[in-house]
């Protein structure tokens, strides 16, 4: 479905990624984990078609889409409310950027916002949301995108440890419903191994991929597996391959 090729990247002097390769098969969960600073956030913003690369393509349906916006849903490290906007008024932003009505919209959104741990703050400006309330609202936003394929930035990373478990457990469910593809930005071991059906581990700056590891369990995954043999050597493997 998404085929990165051999693309590099370089601000000025500056070489960020080198020669990266790698896929995303249809309904498939990739994770790409890596140190602060190795080129992820980087090359997500090429994938989605915000920056361009030095070298190399992105291709999307084997079309060469590098350089094209809105293909894909996305939702960037940083915070992108808009402050003069509610909750609900800023996750149906892409929904009424497609043409679709508002009262269609919200109506969606409202059915999501419960399981995002949102309900209650529906009519709240971002000013008055925590930082973890936040970052499930960015996330609400892009999985209401509905495209095929979601490329997430760290988009668990502000929450605590019992909210992210639910979010996990509940996008491990999801995923089977909807038949998205993800593209996962991560830290987290734990999460990406919970989560993933392939993990990519990139080298520190200029990232390149140094590792590629399948995650064979099947979906949906319970905590369990978080406890099992299988979780644990699988963990191990990915911390030598980061050096850690
Ligand atoms: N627009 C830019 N101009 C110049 N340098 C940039 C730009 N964007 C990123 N960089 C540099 O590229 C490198 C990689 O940044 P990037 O944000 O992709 O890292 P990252 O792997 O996402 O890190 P983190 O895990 O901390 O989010 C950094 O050294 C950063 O300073
Ligand atoms: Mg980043």
């Known amino acids: 479905?998404?085929?990165?090729?051999?693309?590099?990247k370089s601000f000025d002097n500056l070489s960020v990624l080198d020669t990266i390769d790698?896929?995303?098969?249809?309904?498939?969960?990739?994770?790409?984990?890596?140190?602060?600073?190795?080129?992820?956030?980087?090359?997500?913003?090429?994938?989605?078609?915000?920056?361009?690369?030095?070298?190399?393509?992105?291709?999307?349906?084997?079309?060469?889409?590098?350089?094209?916006?809105?293909?894909?849903?996305?939702?960037?490290?940083?915070?992108?409310l808009f402050p003069w906007r509610t909750v609900l008024e800023n996750v149906i932003i892409p929904q009424e950027i497609m043409g679709i009505r508002k009262k269609d919209a919200e109506k969606k959104a409202r059915q999501l916002v419960e399981k995002f741990g949102l309900s209650g703050f529906e009519e709240y400006y971002p000013s008055a949301l925590s930082g973890g309330m936040k970052q499930r609202a960015n996330f609400l936003r892009t999985v209401l995108t509905d495209k095929r394929l979601l490329a997430l930035d760290e988009p668990f990373g502000k929450l605590d440890a019992l909210t992210k478990r639910e979010m996990l457990k509940w996008l491990t469910t999801v995923r089977?419903?909807?038949?998205?593809?993800?593209?996962?930005?991560?830290?987290?071991?734990?999460?990406?191994?919970?989560?993933?059906?392939?993990i990519y581990v990139m080298s520190s700056r200029p990232g390149r991929i140094v590792k590629e590891v399948h995650v064979k369990e099947k979906h949906p995954r319970s905590n369990g597996f978080l406890l099992s043999k299988s979780f644990s050597?699988?963990?191990?493997?990915?911390?030598?391959?980061?050096?850690v």
């Open 1 to 8: 479905m998404l085929t990165i090729k051999s693309v590099s």
């Open 22 to 80: 790698l896929h995303v098969k249809k309904e498939e969960f990739v994770s790409i984990i890596g140190p602060s600073g190795c080129g992820k956030s980087t090359l997500l913003e090429i994938v989605t078609g915000l920056i361009a690369p030095s070298n190399g393509e992105i291709y999307f349906n084997e079309e060469n889409v590098t350089g094209t916006t809105n293909k894909l849903g996305y939702m960037p490290q940083k915070d992108v």
């Open 176 to 198: 089977m419903e909807t038949k998205q593809s993800f593209l996962l930005i991560t830290h987290d071991i734990d999460e990406a191994i919970f989560l993933s059906d392939r």
């Open 233 to 243: 050597e699988l963990k191990n493997e990915l911390l030598s391959s980061l050096g």
